[in-house]
């Protein structure tokens, strides 16, 4: 029996993170994803500089390939006209949260 899980992540390719920025530019988002993506991305390479790891920094490529790709279904589902007035906030289920 393995500790190891049955599928290993593969880590991001070395330019990743530049193939990322330039597809975030390009898209209606930029002006906040851009920002965004440069903050996260600064704050995993100052987190991979004291954990000797580059968790972090992989981690912040998959958050943003999943964001980009879920994009343009997110952006149909809001095209759709679905009215989101009926539904009660997360916040008001679970109160305030550390």
């Known amino acids: 029996m393995s500790a190891h899980p049955e599928e290993a992540l593969v880590p991001p390719a070395p330019a990743a993170a530049a193939q990322l920025l330039t597809q975030l530019r390009a898209d209606r988002r930029a002006e906040s994803w851009v920002p965004a993506f440069e903050r996260d991305w600064a704050k995993a390479l100052e987190d991979s500089r004291h954990a000797y790891s580059l968790t972090p920094v992989h981690d912040v490529i998959r958050t943003w390939q999943l964001r980009i790709a879920a994009a343009p279904a997110v952006d149909a ?15 008001d289920v679970l109160g305030t949260r550390p």
């Open 77 to 91: 589902y809001m095209d759709s006209g679905r009215d989101e007035s009926g539904f009660v906030d997360l916040d």
